[in-house]
């Protein structure tokens, strides 16, 4: 199982940006899939964003289209976040997952075998 570190969460005022990294352990990390999911609190955990094994193929969720970035650095077995133009509603605990059984991004949260242990972002108004 991939083992995944999560940084970069934190306080910022609306409008504010923010970059999440998260960090894979292995020697196959070029090789699957990777997303951010986000948990608000009393809320369902949602995706984010999903990135394709090589970063060719990216999936945003509607809200955040625009304003947020996901990239990966296979090289360095890392994935980022960059989140601009932030709201008060992107207020959450963001997870870094892995999907090692898949090349591209699901949608689902069922289909992530290895999860980070999560950063909060709170976005104040």
């Known amino acids: 199982q991939v083992q995944l570190v999560e940084s970069g969460g934190g306080l910022v005022q609306a409008g504010g940006s923010l970059r999440l990294s998260c960090a894979a352990s292995?020697?196959?990390?070029?090789?699957?899939?990777m997303a951010w999911f986000r948990q608000a609190s009393g809320k369902e955990r949602e995706i984010v964003a999903g990135?394709?094994?090589?970063?060719?193929?990216?999936y945003y969720e509607a809200s955040v289209k625009g304003r947020f970035t996901i990239s990966r650095d296979n090289a360095n077995n890392t994935v980022y976040l960059q989140m601009n133009s932030l709201k008060p509603e992107d207020t959450a605990v963001y997870y870094c997952?892995?999907?090692?059984?898949?090349?591209?991004?699901?949608?689902?949260?069922?289909?992530?075998?290895?999860w980070g242990q999560g950063t909060q972002v709170t976005v104040s108004s």
């Open positions: 292995g020697r196959t990390f070029g090789r699957y899939a």
């Open positions: 990135i394709s094994w090589s970063g060719g193929s990216t």
């Open positions: 997952a892995a999907d090692s059984q898949s090349r591209y991004p699901s949608r689902s949260r069922r289909e992530y075998n290895s």
